[in-house]
């Protein structure tokens, strides 16, 4: 397979349940595929309670599947919870959440390096990377400010800028612009889509917004437990 075409991640046959309050069983997902490849946009649509925040837990792995298989970077992740996966998940993934989920005691350049951290990246490449990034999307002058002063849109830039900070092959994001009004999530998405491409990241993005959805490489649309290409 040509680089180009590679898949970064991918999602076999995906099954997820949950029980409800009755006891009764809610199958979520049924059967999911999906493959991302390198340096790919891709949006998915869906009603609310289709699955899609589901969905991305599972290939993450921050929920395992009831059935199938979740491959990250051409390697099916164990069917175990252990630190590992965890520190390979910083590796492979960058998340970009629609509430941000910054760290409001630390400043933004804190924040940002915070993802680094974890990987025990301490050193100066690292700090070059972050103030890099947060100049990228803008916010060279705000890098000690806290995130409780800054607007959605500047904390949303915030969080795009710590995704990719470890260089991750895929970037999930989960309606990040739904906190947003109309001018600035047109401005987030825009330097979302830009970075991602700079930077070879695939970027898969939950959105209900057809015109966001519309401006990935791919769009698919998630119902009844599985995806159909559009
Ligand atoms: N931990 C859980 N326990 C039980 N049911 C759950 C759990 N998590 C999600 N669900 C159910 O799974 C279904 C899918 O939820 P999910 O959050 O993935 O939908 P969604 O497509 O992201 O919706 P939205 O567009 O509103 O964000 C919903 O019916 C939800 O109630
Ligand atoms: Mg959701």
Known sequence: MSEAGRSVLAAREV?????????????????ANLSV???????????????KSTFLNVISWLDQPDGGSVVWDGTEVPRISSREIARRRSEVLGFVFQSYC????????????MAA???GRIGRPEKERAENLLCQVGLQDRLKQLP????????????????????????????PTGNLDEKTADTVMELLLHLCRDETAALVLVTHNPLFAKRADRQVTLSGGRFNDQ
């Open 102 to 113: 910054l760290m409001p005691e630390l400043d933004v350049l804190e924040n940002v390096l």
């Open 148 to 175: 409780g002063k800054l607007s959605g849109g500047e904390r949303q830039r915030v969080a795009i800028a710590r995704a990719l900070i470890n260089r991750p092959s895929v970037l999930l994001a989960d309606e």
């Open 15 to 31: 099954v997820k349940k949950f029980s409800g309050p009755d006891g009764s069983v809610i199958e979520v997902l049924n059967g």
């Open 117 to 119: 951290r974890v990987l």
């Open 37 to 51: 490849s390198q340096g790919e946009s891709l949006s998915i649509r869906g009603e609310s309670g289709s699955g």
